[in-house]
């Protein structure tokens, strides 16, 4: 079973191809990341895997050069994109023929990778539902696990409300009055990612995502895949959240800072956001990310599960400081 990759499919064939993998993420969408490659100066590839002609899977990968220093990544530092790397399309197989078709469609892409690039560094970082990162180990990478939490929203909404913890649960039955939660635009972008970054500023940490940089989102990507929420108490803004999604799941992405007001702002704005995304068929709200423990310590009121990742990295030996600058600002 042999595997072609082109990079030359259409940006509306590679979005159809993106509905058919069951593990891609808004973050493979063409839109998102034309808008990283327009953003980060890397130059992006968007393969695609053939086998006897027929589309199998999908591999981004954005390169940077530096004189006779080529990186490759999945995703680009820099841009909070927590997920992205390669992703199988549903074919209706067996297990055996769904593997066969897997590991020859990673060979042929981590054999490209070093052939075409020749890189000093490479880095990955898979999907939550990408459960199998043994090929990548034996190419030689660097393999670890990540976590984020999920939450089901399948269940009726009393009784998802009802496994939240004690004070999540009063919150949210017994908020205070004038507390409206909306959703916005440009505006309301601009108003969320500002607060982000004030608070960041406060806790002297660095934070690269922009206002320019989610509107181009918003502009690039169909219609309702972001979606700002913005939250006012007694008429005046508080706090807010720029969610993404498709497919069954939304994504918790930026937003959720501590909020200028004393309100339980966050807890009203996630059950909202969960609450809509339910009523818009999602089933999953991906909070994204829980290997910061305190941050994980509020995520676990929502009585999430534990999903792993993986983050894989290949390098020579001069390019750890590459590698370590790249944990540092992802």
Same mark, same amino acid.
């Given at each position: 079973?042999?595997?072609?990759?082109?990079?030359?499919?259409?940006a509306?064939?590679?979005?159809?191809?993106?509905?058919?993998?069951?593990?891609?993420?808004?973050?493979?969408?063409?839109?998102?990341?034309?808008?990283?490659?327009?953003?980060?100066?890397?130059?992006?590839?968007?393969?695609?895997?053939l086998?006897?002609?027929?589309p199998?899977?999908?591999?981004?990968?954005?390169?940077?050069?530096?004189?006779?220093v080529?990186?490759?990544?999945?995703?680009?530092?820099?841009?909070?994109? /927590?997920?992205?790397?390669?992703? %199988?399309? !549903?074919?209706?197989?067996? $297990?055996?023929? #769904?593997?066969?078709?897997? &590991?020859?469609?990673?060979?042929?892409?981590?054999?490209c990778?070093?052939?075409?690039?020749?890189?000093?560094?490479?880095?990955?970082?898979?999907?939550?539902?990408?459960?199998?990162?043994?090929?990548?180990?034996?190419?030689?990478?660097?393999?670890?696990?990540?976590?984020?939490?999920?939450?089901?929203?399948?269940?009726?909404?009393?009784?998802?409300?009802?496994?939240?913890?004690?004070?999540?649960?009063?919150?949210?039955?017994?908020?205070?009055?004038?507390?409206?939660?909306?959703?916005?635009?440009?505006?309301?972008?601009?108003?969320?990612i500002?607060?982000?970054?004030?608070?960041?500023?406060?806790?002297?940490?660095?934070?690269?995502?922009? /206002?320019?940089?989610?509107?181009? %989102?918003? !502009?690039?990507?169909?219609? $309702?895949?972001? #979606?700002?929420?913005?939250? &006012?108490?007694?008429?005046?803004?508080?706090?807010?959240?720029?969610?993404?999604?498709?497919?069954?799941?939304?994504?918790?992405?930026?937003?959720?800072?501590?909020?200028?007001?004393?309100?339980?702002?966050?807890?009203?704005?996630?059950?909202?956001?969960?609450?809509?995304?339910r009523?818009?068929?999602?089933?999953?709200?991906?909070?994204?990310?829980?290997?910061?423990?305190?941050?994980?310590?509020?995520?676990?009121?929502?009585?999430?599960?534990?999903?792993?990742?993986?983050?894989?990295?290949?390098?020579?030996?001069?390019?750890?400081?590459?590698?370590?600058?790249?944990?540092?600002?992802?």
């Amino acid at each position: 079973m042999r595997t072609r990759l082109t990079r030359t499919v259409p940006a509306a064939r590679w979005n159809t191809l993106c509905d058919r993998a069951p593990t891609a993420t808004p973050f493979h969408r063409y839109g998102f990341l034309q808008v990283l490659a327009d953003r980060s100066g890397a130059t992006l590839y968007p393969f695609v895997g053939l086998q006897d002609g027929r589309p199998v899977g999908l591999f981004p990968v954005f390169e940077r050069s530096r004189g006779p220093v080529t990186t490759l990544f999945s995703p680009v530092p820099d841009h909070k994109v /927590p997920y992205l790397g390669p992703v %199988l399309l !549903d074919l209706d197989e067996t $297990g055996a023929d #769904r593997e066969r078709r897997r &590991r020859s469609f990673l060979d042929a892409a981590l054999s490209c990778l070093r052939e075409r690039f020749g890189p000093s560094y490479v880095h990955v970082r898979t999907t939550p539902r990408y459960d199998d990162p043994r090929q990548f180990a034996w190419r030689g990478f660097d393999v670890s696990p990540q976590h984020t939490y999920v939450v089901d929203m399948t269940p009726d909404p009393d009784d998802l409300l009802d496994s939240f913890s004690s004070d999540a649960r009063r919150n949210v039955r017994d908020p205070p009055a004038d507390v409206e939660i909306r959703e916005g635009g440009h505006d309301a972008i601009d108003r969320i990612i500002e607060q982000v970054i004030a608070r960041h500023d406060e806790q002297g940490e660095t934070y690269l995502v922009t /206002p320019a940089y989610v509107r181009d %989102l918003y !502009d690039a990507l169909s219609a $309702g895949v972001v #979606r700002p929420y913005e939250v &006012r108490f007694e008429g005046a803004f508080v706090g807010g959240m720029v969610t993404l999604e498709s497919g069954d799941t939304i994504y918790r992405w930026q937003g959720g800072a501590k909020p200028d007001a004393d309100a339980p702002v966050n807890d009203l704005l996630d059950w909202h956001v969960m609450r809509e995304a339910r009523d818009r068929g999602r089933e999953y709200y991906d909070l994204v990310g829980a290997n910061n423990r305190r941050i994980a310590q509020y995520k676990s009121k929502f009585a999430p599960e534990l999903a792993t990742f993986y983050s894989m990295e290949s390098s020579t030996r001069t390019m750890s400081l590459v590698s370590t600058l790249y944990k540092r600002f992802r």
